[in-house]
């Protein structure tokens, strides 16, 4: 017979002696030995209570960005090559606000006065995440009062450069292909911007006007 069996007929008798067995001769017992069992049974029950509990979550997946210096080519000399095409003149602004010039034909650009990189500010963001810079798409700069013929100015989304400011890589150039304008503990990060100004490349019979020449844009910072 299989080990198991004989200790459960071992208990089984043993169980029997004690309580049915010993019953006719001793029915106090068999009630002390129950009692005793339920004493021990009940020690074992674990007393429960319970309460509702609140599960919140607060969502902010917006946040903040101001331009705190605006971008300015200064005061320049500009001549715009007549047949416009690849003859092009450019004022190349770089981020820590110094400039180049190229000239190309008849087309030619002189500065006159200083330039200023365009800085932004970012807050509110998650802290310690690297954010995405999206540079504006093309655009021109006009004196609205200016003839048809007359020349503008062109921004190219290609030109832009950036510069971080504070953070994790302050000083760094910014990276548009592995972004890394990472926020520092508050969530907050700037950025300067240049580009390049550059003379019109459409035909043209008139020069620029001694105006002021501007241009609108958006700067955008993603996750």
Sequence with gaps: MPLNLVLRNICFKTFYNLIIGDYMFNPNKITKILGATFILVSSNVALAATAAGTATVTVQNTFTLTETTALSF??????????????IAALV????????????????ITALTP???GVF???????????????????????????????????????WTADIIGGANDT????????NLQTDNTGAVAFSVGTSLKTDSATSSTGYLDESYTGNYTMTVNY
């Design 93 to 108: 602004l770089d981020p820590d606000g110094s400039t180049t010039v190229t000239a190309a034909g008849d087309a030619e």
């Design 115 to 117: 330039a200023t990189a």
């Design 121 to 159: 500010t970012v807050a509110g963001a998650a802290s310690f995440t690297d954010l995405e810079i999206e540079f504006p798409a093309d655009f021109k700069l006009v004196f609205a009062s200016a003839p048809p013929t007359s020349p503008d100015f062109e921004i190219l989304q290609a030109d």
């Design 74 to 87: 200064g005061t320049i000399r500009a001549k715009a090559d007549a047949t416009g095409s690849t003859n």
């Design 172 to 179: 760094l150039a910014y990276n548009s292909v592995t972004p």
